[in-house]
T-cell receptor, first 114, second 112 residues
Protein backbone atom coordinates (compact mmCIF):
# COMPACT_ATOMS: atom_id res chain seq x y z
CA UNK A 1 0.00 0.00 0.00
CA UNK A 2 1.75 3.15 -1.23
CA UNK A 3 -0.99 5.67 -0.47
CA UNK A 4 -1.80 6.11 -4.17
CA UNK A 5 -4.93 4.34 -5.38
CA UNK A 6 -5.85 3.84 -9.01
CA UNK A 7 -9.17 2.64 -10.45
CA UNK A 8 -10.03 0.68 -12.42
CA UNK A 9 -7.15 -1.79 -12.34
CA UNK A 10 -8.15 -3.20 -15.72
CA UNK A 11 -10.09 -1.59 -18.55
CA UNK A 12 -11.04 -2.86 -21.98
CA UNK A 13 -12.54 -0.36 -24.38
CA UNK A 14 -13.39 0.01 -28.03
CA UNK A 15 -11.95 2.74 -30.19
CA UNK A 16 -15.16 4.78 -30.05
CA UNK A 17 -15.69 4.56 -26.29
CA UNK A 18 -15.14 7.25 -23.69
CA UNK A 19 -13.77 6.18 -20.33
CA UNK A 20 -11.81 7.68 -17.44
CA UNK A 21 -9.01 6.53 -15.19
CA UNK A 22 -8.99 7.78 -11.61
CA UNK A 23 -6.16 8.32 -9.17
CA UNK A 24 -6.32 9.37 -5.54
CA UNK A 25 -3.40 10.04 -3.20
CA UNK A 26 -3.71 10.02 0.58
CA UNK A 27 -0.21 11.33 1.29
CA UNK A 28 -0.72 15.08 1.33
CA UNK A 29 1.56 15.51 -1.69
CA UNK A 30 1.50 18.61 -3.89
CA UNK A 31 2.34 17.08 -7.27
CA UNK A 32 0.69 14.33 -9.30
CA UNK A 33 1.74 12.60 -12.50
CA UNK A 34 0.51 10.31 -15.24
CA UNK A 35 3.04 7.90 -16.74
CA UNK A 36 2.54 5.38 -19.52
CA UNK A 37 4.33 2.05 -19.56
CA UNK A 38 4.40 0.13 -22.83
CA UNK A 39 6.14 -3.21 -23.19
CA UNK A 40 9.96 -2.99 -23.25
CA UNK A 41 9.91 0.82 -23.20
CA UNK A 42 10.82 3.33 -20.49
CA UNK A 43 8.05 4.76 -18.40
CA UNK A 44 6.91 7.79 -20.39
CA UNK A 45 5.89 10.91 -18.53
CA UNK A 46 2.56 12.21 -19.86
CA UNK A 47 1.34 14.96 -17.57
CA UNK A 48 2.48 16.78 -14.43
CA UNK A 49 0.31 18.75 -12.04
CA UNK A 50 1.81 20.93 -9.30
CA UNK A 51 -0.71 22.35 -6.83
CA UNK A 52 -3.55 21.42 -9.25
CA UNK A 53 -1.98 23.37 -12.11
CA UNK A 54 -0.76 21.50 -15.16
CA UNK A 55 2.93 22.24 -15.51
CA UNK A 56 3.79 19.77 -18.21
CA UNK A 57 2.12 18.09 -21.16
CA UNK A 58 4.69 15.84 -22.75
CA UNK A 59 3.37 16.07 -26.33
CA UNK A 60 0.50 13.76 -25.49
CA UNK A 61 -2.25 13.35 -28.14
CA UNK A 62 -5.48 15.19 -27.39
CA UNK A 63 -7.39 11.91 -27.13
CA UNK A 64 -5.90 11.82 -23.62
CA UNK A 65 -7.33 14.59 -21.44
CA UNK A 66 -6.17 15.03 -17.83
CA UNK A 67 -8.12 16.65 -15.05
CA UNK A 68 -6.93 17.59 -11.57
CA UNK A 69 -9.85 18.98 -9.51
CA UNK A 70 -7.78 19.15 -6.30
CA UNK A 71 -4.34 18.15 -5.07
CA UNK A 72 -5.54 14.68 -4.05
CA UNK A 73 -7.33 13.57 -7.21
CA UNK A 74 -6.22 13.10 -10.79
CA UNK A 75 -8.19 11.82 -13.74
CA UNK A 76 -7.24 10.75 -17.24
CA UNK A 77 -10.17 10.98 -19.65
CA UNK A 78 -9.89 8.73 -22.68
CA UNK A 79 -11.74 9.04 -25.97
CA UNK A 80 -11.33 7.64 -29.48
CA UNK A 81 -8.21 5.75 -28.50
CA UNK A 82 -6.11 3.62 -30.81
CA UNK A 83 -4.96 0.01 -30.25
CA UNK A 84 -1.38 1.29 -29.79
CA UNK A 85 -2.59 3.16 -26.71
CA UNK A 86 -2.94 -0.18 -24.93
CA UNK A 87 -0.52 0.02 -22.00
CA UNK A 88 -0.21 0.26 -18.23
CA UNK A 89 -1.07 3.76 -17.05
CA UNK A 90 0.59 4.71 -13.79
CA UNK A 91 -0.29 7.56 -11.48
CA UNK A 92 2.25 8.94 -9.05
CA UNK A 93 2.53 11.72 -6.48
CA UNK A 94 5.35 13.52 -4.70
CA UNK A 95 6.35 16.51 -2.61
CA UNK A 96 8.15 18.81 -5.01
CA UNK A 97 11.30 20.27 -3.47
CA UNK A 98 10.91 18.38 -0.23
CA UNK A 99 9.74 15.20 1.45
CA UNK A 100 11.76 12.10 0.75
CA UNK A 101 12.36 13.06 -2.87
CA UNK A 102 10.79 10.05 -4.51
CA UNK A 103 7.59 9.59 -6.46
CA UNK A 104 5.03 7.20 -5.00
CA UNK A 105 3.25 5.12 -7.62
CA UNK A 106 -0.13 3.50 -7.71
CA UNK A 107 -0.53 -0.06 -8.95
CA UNK A 108 -1.55 1.09 -12.39
CA UNK A 109 -4.54 0.75 -14.70
CA UNK A 110 -4.04 -1.84 -17.45
CA UNK A 111 -5.77 -0.51 -20.56
CA UNK A 112 -6.61 -2.60 -23.60
CA UNK A 113 -8.01 -0.87 -26.68
CA UNK A 114 -9.74 -3.17 -29.14
CA UNK B 1 16.14 10.71 -27.56
CA UNK B 2 16.48 8.62 -24.41
CA UNK B 3 18.08 10.61 -21.63
CA UNK B 4 18.32 7.62 -19.30
CA UNK B 5 19.51 4.32 -20.71
CA UNK B 6 19.65 0.85 -19.27
CA UNK B 7 21.48 -1.12 -21.91
CA UNK B 8 21.01 -4.57 -20.40
CA UNK B 9 17.42 -5.77 -20.86
CA UNK B 10 17.99 -8.68 -18.51
CA UNK B 11 20.43 -10.13 -15.99
CA UNK B 12 20.57 -13.57 -14.43
CA UNK B 13 22.45 -14.15 -11.16
CA UNK B 14 22.90 -17.03 -8.76
CA UNK B 15 21.47 -16.66 -5.28
CA UNK B 16 24.05 -15.29 -2.85
CA UNK B 17 26.13 -13.62 -5.55
CA UNK B 18 26.32 -9.94 -6.43
CA UNK B 19 23.88 -8.36 -8.90
CA UNK B 20 25.13 -5.25 -10.70
CA UNK B 21 22.65 -3.19 -12.68
CA UNK B 22 23.91 -0.33 -14.80
CA UNK B 23 22.46 2.94 -16.00
CA UNK B 24 23.78 5.77 -18.18
CA UNK B 25 22.36 9.25 -18.62
CA UNK B 26 23.00 12.07 -21.05
CA UNK B 27 21.55 15.17 -19.37
CA UNK B 28 24.14 16.86 -17.15
CA UNK B 29 21.35 18.83 -15.46
CA UNK B 30 20.13 15.72 -13.65
CA UNK B 31 20.84 16.15 -9.97
CA UNK B 32 19.06 13.31 -8.31
CA UNK B 33 19.01 9.63 -9.22
CA UNK B 34 16.76 6.82 -8.04
CA UNK B 35 16.25 3.11 -8.47
CA UNK B 36 12.80 1.58 -8.53
CA UNK B 37 11.79 -2.05 -8.39
CA UNK B 38 8.68 -3.40 -10.10
CA UNK B 39 6.91 -6.72 -9.74
CA UNK B 40 4.34 -7.83 -12.34
CA UNK B 41 0.87 -6.28 -11.89
CA UNK B 42 2.21 -3.78 -9.34
CA UNK B 43 3.39 -0.18 -9.57
CA UNK B 44 7.09 0.66 -9.22
CA UNK B 45 8.33 0.96 -5.64
CA UNK B 46 11.22 3.12 -4.54
CA UNK B 47 14.42 1.30 -3.64
CA UNK B 48 17.30 3.72 -3.13
CA UNK B 49 18.46 7.14 -4.30
CA UNK B 50 21.56 9.28 -4.56
CA UNK B 51 22.11 12.98 -5.09
CA UNK B 52 24.79 14.40 -7.32
CA UNK B 53 26.86 15.60 -4.38
CA UNK B 54 27.57 12.02 -3.37
CA UNK B 55 29.22 9.11 -5.14
CA UNK B 56 27.84 6.30 -3.01
CA UNK B 57 24.77 5.53 -0.98
CA UNK B 58 24.15 2.32 0.91
CA UNK B 59 21.01 0.81 2.38
CA UNK B 60 21.31 -2.73 3.65
CA UNK B 61 22.02 -5.08 0.74
CA UNK B 62 21.62 -2.27 -1.79
CA UNK B 63 24.32 0.22 -2.79
CA UNK B 64 24.13 2.82 -5.52
CA UNK B 65 27.29 4.28 -7.05
CA UNK B 66 27.37 7.49 -9.07
CA UNK B 67 30.13 8.52 -11.47
CA UNK B 68 29.17 12.02 -12.61
CA UNK B 69 32.08 12.47 -14.99
CA UNK B 70 31.05 9.30 -16.83
CA UNK B 71 27.33 10.02 -16.40
CA UNK B 72 26.94 6.52 -15.07
CA UNK B 73 25.34 4.93 -12.06
CA UNK B 74 25.02 1.39 -10.88
CA UNK B 75 23.03 -0.58 -8.34
CA UNK B 76 24.73 -3.38 -6.44
CA UNK B 77 22.71 -6.01 -4.61
CA UNK B 78 24.70 -8.22 -2.24
CA UNK B 79 23.84 -10.96 -1.55
CA UNK B 80 21.17 -11.46 -4.18
CA UNK B 81 18.02 -13.31 -3.11
CA UNK B 82 15.28 -14.97 -5.20
CA UNK B 83 12.82 -12.33 -3.94
CA UNK B 84 14.93 -9.69 -5.68
CA UNK B 85 13.75 -11.02 -9.03
CA UNK B 86 11.89 -8.09 -10.60
CA UNK B 87 12.28 -5.31 -13.14
CA UNK B 88 14.63 -2.56 -11.96
CA UNK B 89 14.22 0.96 -13.32
CA UNK B 90 16.81 3.69 -13.13
CA UNK B 91 15.38 7.23 -12.96
CA UNK B 92 16.76 10.77 -12.87
CA UNK B 93 15.43 14.17 -11.94
CA UNK B 94 16.55 17.79 -12.11
CA UNK B 95 14.64 18.73 -9.00
CA UNK B 96 14.23 16.89 -5.72
CA UNK B 97 10.79 15.29 -5.65
CA UNK B 98 9.88 16.43 -9.14
CA UNK B 99 9.18 14.51 -12.34
CA UNK B 100 11.41 11.56 -13.08
CA UNK B 101 12.85 10.41 -16.40
CA UNK B 102 13.07 6.62 -16.49
CA UNK B 103 15.17 4.06 -18.26
CA UNK B 104 13.61 1.07 -20.01
CA UNK B 105 14.32 -1.28 -17.11
CA UNK B 106 16.42 -4.38 -16.52
CA UNK B 107 14.80 -7.72 -15.67
CA UNK B 108 16.75 -9.35 -12.84
CA UNK B 109 16.38 -13.08 -12.28
CA UNK B 110 17.99 -14.53 -9.17
CA UNK B 111 18.26 -18.30 -9.39
CA UNK B 112 18.22 -20.46 -6.28
Amino acid sequence: ETGVTQTPRHLVMGMTNKKSLKCEQHLGHNAMYWYKQSAKKPLELMFVYNFKEQTENNSVPSRFSPECPNSSHLFLHLHTLQPEDSALYLCASSVVGGGTGELFFGEGSRLTVL
Amino acid sequence: DQQVKQNSPSLSVQEGRISILNCDYTNSMFDYFLWYKKYPAEGPTFLISISSIKDKNEDGRFTVFLNKSAKHLSLHIVPSQPGDSAVYFCAASMEYGNKLVFGAGTILRVKS
